[in-house]
């Protein structure tokens, strides 16, 4: 058999690991998948992923390219990786894709939501996948307030201060805010995402929703461009990587 190009379908629980990408010097998923799944293929491995997720953030539909000459069928795949990766990490599908298939480049969009847990008491099963926030929040004017980045925009406003400074206009197809129980979430769906985007739009919304700004200030610190005009960057635990869009 030739070489293959292997798509996965990966979920993983961010708590441990400095983020997807490979680092020298902190252990990230990218390098847990790389080391076990060699194994299971027969020689060393280089993955492709769609998305560089940050510490601490989790992924429900990560998706990794690798091309192999190993013979293991696609349908075994995610049971044979059972034993060899980590509980935190899981690949959910794979797939035999075409050899110039790049996770990353063919990537048309990607979906992220974020987690509040509104409760009043802390709960220690969701310290490491919600952010905390006590106050009644105004699930109606951050939902409002939300539809201001549907559209294509320059989001220098809400990259990282700082952060490499790619192209800053983005497309967002969609973005809601919703509470069911003490859970609320943020739904956004975009062509691309600048560093740190949804965690500085999360900062923003909650502190609309707190009644700290009116629902206009969105647009007006959208319009401005100016990282220091929003709202602080929200915590990484409550940040997931929903699915890649091809």
């Not at 030739?2 to 997807?20: E, M, P, S, V, W």
């Not at 939902?143 to 983005?170: K, L």
Request: hydrophobic share 40%.
């Amino acid at each position: 058999m030739g070489q293959r190009n292997i798509k996965l379908t990966i979920a993983y629980d961010g708590t441990a690991y400095h983020g997807f990408q490979r680092q020298e010097n902190a252990l990230a998923i990218q390098q847990i998948l790389e080391q076990r799944l060699a194994s299971l293929f027969g020689h060393p491995l280089t993955l492709h992923g769609a998305a560089r997720t940050d510490t601490g953030v989790h992924a429900k539909g990560q998706v990794v390219n690798f091309h192999t000459t190993g013979v293991i069928p696609v349908s075994r795949i995610a049971l044979a990786s059972r034993g060899l990766l980590p509980p935190d990490i899981v690949i959910i599908a794979a797939e035999e894709v075409d050899p110039a298939f790049h996770a990353r480049i063919n990537a048309k969009g990607k979906e992220y939501r974020y987690r509040i847990y509104s409760g009043q008491t802390a709960n220690p099963f969701l310290r490491n996948y919600a952010w905390h926030v006590r106050d009644n929040l105004d699930i109606v004017a951050m939902n409002e307030a939300a539809q201001t980045i549907v559209g294509t925009h320059d989001f220098s406003a809400f990259r990282a201060a700082g952060s490499i400074q790619t192209h800053p206009v983005r497309t967002m197809y969609s973005a809601s805010v919703s509470e069911v129980g003490e859970i609320i979430q943020f739904c956004v769906t975009g062509n691309g995402f600048l560093y740190h985007m949804v965690r500085n739009f999360m900062g923003t919304l909650v502190e609309i929703g707190r009644g700290r700004r009116p629902v206009s200030d969105m647009k007006a610190v959208l319009a401005r461009k100016d990282r220091f005009l929003a709202g602080a960057t929200a915590p990484p635990q409550g940040l997931y990587l929903q699915k890649v869009l091809y």
